[in-house]
């Protein structure tokens, strides 16, 4: 299945990751995001965690996100809660954009290092499109142990470790001073959504098989090694020590 597709079994997601809407705020809250901030956020989905910090905060801010219809959606979400003067998005591959993003105060990449090849590219991205002074939160999942069995390592080319994280981030000239974790309650919240959006398009389709073989290979990971070995967590990032 392509990626596009996976992220579109998700579209009624309020949040398309692993965590709830308190702990994005306890990440950024972490971050220092207020009024005076424009918050950039790469791989936007629907728009929802720039609704909430706007509607929370007071801060503007821009949305990339490269599937038109998590624009759309995202556009719709933030009219409905009078933010359009102050939340926009563009449909853009972030990271290749069209114009550059650069002149934001803090920038988030909520799930969506896989567009930038994995953490390290997302913190490249993350570090050029901020000031010297601006914060990011990257949030990803990530190796709970060093010993994970090969032909698991294999499914999560792009996971790392946090302290593999730690270094990649300072490389890249971010100092780290907050840690928002989930914990399995959240996982098996996502997961069983995830798996909600699989059922509604079977019910639609039931001779869809590539949303059947999804559905089962997903549910398979999950519980056959995910919820042990992977973790998920918002690293918040400074640019300053
Ligand atoms: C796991 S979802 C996270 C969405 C949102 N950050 C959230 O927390 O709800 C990842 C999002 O990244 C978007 N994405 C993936 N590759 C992208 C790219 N190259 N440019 C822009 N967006 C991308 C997907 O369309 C998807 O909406």
Redesign the pocket.
């Known amino acids: 299945m392509d990626?596009?597709r996976r992220?579109e079994l998700?579209a009624d997601?309020?949040?398309?990751?692993p965590?709830t809407p308190d702990r994005?705020l306890a990440a950024t809250r972490l971050a220092g995001v207020s009024a005076e901030d424009f918050v950039l956020?790469?791989?936007?989905?629907?728009g929802?965690?720039l609704a909430l910090l706007a509607d929370t905060f007071g801060c503007r801010g821009l949305g990339?996100?490269?599937?038109p219809e998590?624009v759309l959606a995202a556009r719709a979400f933030a009219r409905s809660r009078g933010l359009e003067d102050r939340v926009a998005f563009r449909c853009?591959?972030?990271?290749?954009p069209a114009d550059s993003f650069c002149g934001a105060t803090v920038a988030?990449?909520?799930?969506?290092a896989?567009?930038?090849g994995g953490i390290e590219g997302a913190a490249a991205a993350l570090r050029t499109s901020l000031g010297d002074d601006g914060r990011a939160v990257l949030?990803e999942r990530y190796w709970r142990t060093e010993r994970v069995p090969p032909e698991f390592a294999r499914d999560f080319a792009d996971c790392v470790t946090e302290y593999e994280l730690l270094g990649i981030v300072r490389e890249h000239g971010f100092s780290l001073s907050g840690i928002v974790r989930s914990g399995e309650a959240e996982f098996d919240a996502y997961e069983a959504a995830i798996w909600a959006g699989c059922r509604l398009a079977l019910a639609r389709d039931p001779d869809d098989d590539e949303v059947r073989a999804y559905l089962s290979g997903i549910q398979d990971e999950y519980l056959g090694y995910g919820r042990e070995y992977v973790g998920w967590a918002m690293y918040v990032l400074s640019g300053t020590v």
């Open positions: 990626d596009a992220w998700q997601l309020t949040l398309m990751n965590t994005v956020d790469l791989g936007c989905g629907n929802t965690v990339i996100d490269c599937r998590a853009d591959d972030a990271a290749r988030l990449c909520l799930g969506a896989s567009a930038f949030g």
